[in-house]
């Protein structure tokens, strides 16, 4: 049997054995997939001002990804119709885990943990039944555990709510199956909704689009402090119709729909890529990298009070004082009242910029 003496050591040892936090890995800010000039697909920490702090391997395109809130390990997610999920260690870049969906289901490139980080959830398709679920997983072991209906087609992104215990989830409405690629087989009976989950999966609240925009698919979202959910949107219909392409919505009300009677929404060409709060919640931006633009709204008015051209942008987040956002083409640049390069890199960036805090502090550049 072991001695006192050497079991008060071992007691000792494990209280002050230091826990792996972010810090470990350098802070970072940001989260985001992308590609090298060899064509290898990475996940990649950024700072706080864009630049790289670190980058791993992933087997494929990567779409968004989700941070442990506490331990320096991401999930990297596959894009649609993907089936990885890669754990990965980011001080040593190990894969600690490949998640993998139930037999008939693909993962939707999103997924949130837990408030405490015990628990992933994951966006799925059941192409099987033509539904969308939500994969709960355990996070000490990624063992999955449990899932539940995601409350419509196509679940897409999916956030923590703030105002209350839940999740939010963007339902894009179009159905899915891999041996069809990316096609989408509903359009004419599309029904996106958002709709709002306890963390065990009871529907709390839904919201749908008026009739006439059910071509509409809801499918990126940001989370405001006080609940409200900023959408964006990808419309299905004719490109020849200006539609709104960015709303906002708290659970229990109506949608409100953002600049709908302003003509540059047409220069989204009818394509919400992301969407976030500015860092002082006024202001909700949307990038669209068919259009080639961002686009500023007014959280108060509604009103389109910002349009700046960038080449492929896609990937949205907030800073302190306005936004950061990532381009196709390797940028990252803040975006305020003008567009100013911060950082460039030999990747070209994917769709998704993942804050690991609700705002990131970014000086302000000459």
């Not at 907030?318 to 100013?340: C, H, N, R, W, Y």
Request: aromatic share 6%.
């Amino acid at each position: 049997m072991p001695s006192r003496r050497g079991f008060l050591a071992g007691l000792l040892a494990s209280s002050v054995t230091p826990t792996a936090t972010w810090a470990d890995v350098g802070a970072p800010a940001y989260l985001s997939a992308g590609k090298d000039a060899l064509g290898l697909f990475v996940m990649a920490g950024l700072s706080a001002v864009g630049e790289v702090l670190f980058r791993h391997p992933l087997p494929d395109r990567g779409h968004a990804a989700s941070a442990h809130p506490t331990r320096p390990e991401a999930v990297a997610f596959a894009r649609r119709p993907g089936r990885f999920a890669d754990v990965i260690d980011c001080r040593s870049g190990a894969q600690l885990a490949r998640l993998e969906p139930p037999e008939g289901h693909h993962f939707y490139g999103h997924g949130v943990f837990s408030p405490e980080g015990e628990v992933l959830y994951t966006t799925e398709n059941d192409y099987t039944r033509g539904a969308g679920v939500i994969g709960v997983w355990n996070a000490g072991d990624y063992r999955r555990i449990g899932q539940f209906s995601s409350g419509g087609i196509g679940p897409h992104e999916m956030l923590l709510r703030r105002d209350a215990p839940g999740l939010v989830v963007a339902n894009g409405g179009i159905e899915t199956h891999p041996e069809s690629g990316r096609a989408k087989l509903n359009i004419p009976f599309m029904r996106p909704n958002l709709s709002y989950l306890s963390l065990s999966g009871e529907i709390q609240h839904q919201m749908e689009l008026p009739a006439d925009l059910h071509k509409n698919s809801i499918r990126h979202i940001a989370v405001r402090s006080d609940g409200a959910v900023g959408f964006a949107m990808q419309w299905q219909g004719d490109l020849g119709a200006d539609v709104p392409i960015v709303g906002l919505h708290q659970p229990g009300s109506a949608p409100r729909l953002m600049a709908e009677d302003d003509p540059r929404l047409r220069n989204l060409n009818g394509y919400g890529g992301s969407i976030a709060f500015s860092g002082d919640e006024t202001a909700l931006a949307v990038t669209s990298p068919r259009g080639g633009v961002v686009q500023v709204v007014d959280c108060t008015s509604g009103a389109l009070h910002a349009e700046h051209a960038l080449s492929d942008v896609c990937g949205l987040a907030p800073l302190k004082d306005g936004f950061l956002v990532s381009t196709g083409t390797g940028i990252m640049a803040q975006i305020g009242t003008e567009v100013t390069t911060l950082a460039q890199a030999p990747l070209a960036w994917d769709n998704h910029l993942i804050a690991l805090s609700s705002a990131a502090s970014v000086p302000r550049q000459p």
